[in-house]
């Protein structure tokens, strides 16, 4: 079965600073990986899509990159804002499953 | 336009009732799917619709649970004799084609289900 993780679970930084996501996924043989943002209270915002043959997809200041291979993936936030303070879920698809990491919860502090 | 809309946003019922938890994808999308979310854990795969193929029910928790698509459109997530342990937020998305997630999947707010 499809393990996802993600750390670190939570992560502090001052407003500017640029930050990196981790999500790591145990089995290779996925059709996407999606990446989005989750506020308290509130549901899902997909951030950005990556297919399984691509390499990495950009978004305004989010980048997000794939490596099937090692089975990982990166959420890059450059200058980071106190809007952006959220929950980010890493989730991969494969086989009509879809399997989703615990989140980071990531605070911007102005 | 409109985006995917759940209902109710909160339930509150007493452990062995039924409850139905709807979801209205957006309009056109193909691909309709449900998780649940549980007090600090994270989402689980319950189900999904693809167009008018019968749906993989493999993530379904226990027999108690099940899911209809109507008219390929609206759908309903049904919990029988409700347990405290289904107490969770229910999630639901929509993708326009779907195709084993190749699409961005929108979320809906979800359902606050409390089980007493």
């Known amino acids: 079965k499809q393990e996802v993780t993600q750390i670190p679970a939570a992560l502090s930084v001052p407003e500017g600073e640029n930050l990196v996501l981790n999500c790591s996924f145990t089995?290779?043989?996925?059709?996407?990986l999606q990446w989005f943002r989750q506020d308290p209270g509130k549901g899902l915002t997909s951030l950005l899509l990556?297919?399984?043959?691509?390499r990495e997809q950009t978004s305004g200041r989010l980048n997000a990159s794939l490596d099937k291979s090692s089975g990982r993936s990166t959420l890059y936030i450059a200058a980071s804002q106190p809007g952006d303070s959220a929950t980010y879920l890493c989730?991969?698809?494969?086989?009509?499953?879809?399997?989703f990491g615990t989140g980071t919860s990531l605070t911007v502090i102005p | 336009g409109a985006g995917v809309s759940q209902s109710p946003s909160n339930k509150v019922t007493e452990k062995g009732k039924d409850v139905e938890l709807r979801c209205d994808p957006i309009?056109?999308?193909?691909?309709l799917y449900w998780y649940r979310q549980s007090l600090g854990q994270g989402l689980e795969f319950l189900i999904y619709?693809?167009?008018?193929?019968?749906?993989?029910k493999s993530g379904l928790p226990s027999d108690r649970f099940s899911a209809e698509r109507t008219g390929g459109s609206v759908s309903t997530l049904t919990i029988q004799r409700t347990q405290q342990e289904d107490s969770a937020v229910y999630l639901c998305?929509?993708?326009?084609?779907?195709?084993?997630?190749?699409?961005?999947?929108?979320f809906g707010p979800g359902t606050r289900l409390t089980v007493l």
């Open positions: 989730a991969v698809s494969g086989g009509n499953q879809f399997y």
């Open positions: 998305a929509s993708s326009l084609d779907g195709g084993a997630g190749t699409d961005t999947q929108y």
């Open positions: 619709f693809q167009g008018n193929s019968a749906p993989d």
């Open positions: 089995d290779s043989a996925i059709y996407n």
């Open positions: 309009s056109g999308h193909t691909a």
């Open positions: 990556i297919q399984s043959s691509q």
